[in-house]
């Protein structure tokens, strides 16, 4: 799938603002937060590898830890649309696609395979993507043709 330099990259963002950051706050300690964050850097490295290269089981239960861990909340887990577009939400719909949807609306649909939403209502009318019966696209559907294409190389 590529390197993942951009995935362990974020992953270690979203760490350090939504888990070490506020214990650092809460301790008023940061070298005990710093023991942690060090820890963590070693484990993203075999996450990102986990989730990008790893059995389709081992990627499974790497993402929904931590999706579970990283965007808790009592309502379903509905990202903005560009959350798809970024290392982490590439990774997780091309190895699941959405992890609670069975379908997503054409915008995010768009962010999930690099295109506009018109790009994704122009394959729709052209019958190269399903629409799905509440209006949006199936997940399955877009995630098996992002897995057509090869993914995107960052830029170095």
């Known amino acids: 799938m590529g390197g993942n330099g951009g995935l362990r990259e974020q992953l270690l963002r979203l760490l350090d603002v939504r888990l070490l950051d506020p214990l650092e706050i809460l301790l008023e300690d940061d070298r005990s937060v710093g023991e942690v964050r060090e820890r963590l850097r070693l484990r993203v490295a075999d996450w990102a590898d986990t989730i990008e290269n790893g059995s389709e089981s081992a990627a499974v239960r790497t993402i929904v830890r931590l999706i579970a861990t990283l965007y808790p909340d009592d309502h379903a887990f509905a990202p903005p649309v560009d959350w798809w577009r970024a290392p982490l939400g590439q990774a997780v719909v091309r190895r699941i696609g959405h992890p609670y ?38 997940v399955v559907a877009v995630r098996e043709r992002l897995l057509r294409t090869p993914p995107t190389e960052e830029p170095k």
């Open 101 to 138: 949807a069975e379908s997503v609306s054409l915008a995010t649909a768009g962010a999930m395979l690099g295109i506009s939403r018109q790009g994704v209502h122009d394959l729709v009318r052209r019958g190269r993507l399903p629409r799905h019966a509440d209006g949006g696209v199936p």
